[in-house]
C-alpha cells in the first residue's frame, strides 16, 4: 500500500483480486438475469393507468385538471408504441415459427 494525500492505494493486491473475482461474478450476473422476473410491459401499462386515473379523479375533486391532462397526452404514445411493439414481436415470432 502507498499513501497518497488522505488516502491510500493498493497496488498489487487489488489487481490479483479483481482478477479473481470477476470469473465467479459474471456467471452470478446471468444467473441472476435468468430468474429475476422483468415486469412485463401490460403491467406496467396497467399500473400508470391506475395511477394516472387517481390523479385524475384527485384532480377533478380539486378542480385542477389541466395538468392532469397533459400527462395523459404524454403517455398515450408511450402506450401506443409498447403495445404495438409487442404485436411487432409476436409477427416476427410466427413468421420465424411458420417460415412465412
Known amino acids: 500500500m502507498i499513501q497518497q494525500s488522505h488516502c491510500w492505494a493498493y497496488t498489487e493486491e487489488t489487481r490479483i483480486e ?3 473475482c470477476t470469473p465467479m461474478f459474471i456467471p452470478a450476473l446471468f444467473i441472476i438475469a ?13 399500473k400508470l393507468w391506475y395511477i ?5 379523479y384527485s384532480a377533478i375533486k380539486k378542480n385542477t385538471f ?3 391532462l397533459m400527462r395523459w397526452m404524454k403517455l398515450e404514445p408511450i402506450i401506443q408504441s409498447e403495445v404495438s411493439q ?7 415470432m410466427l413468421t420465424h415459427i411458420y417460415g412465412i
Open 18 to 20: 479483481r482478477d479473481t
Open 34 to 46: 435468468r430468474t429475476w422476473k422483468k415486469p412485463r410491459s401490460d403491467e406496467w401499462i396497467r
Open 52 to 56: 394516472y386515473t387517481m390523479e385524475y
Open 66 to 68: 389541466e395538468s392532469v
Open 86 to 92: 409487442k404485436e411487432k414481436h409476436q409477427y416476427s
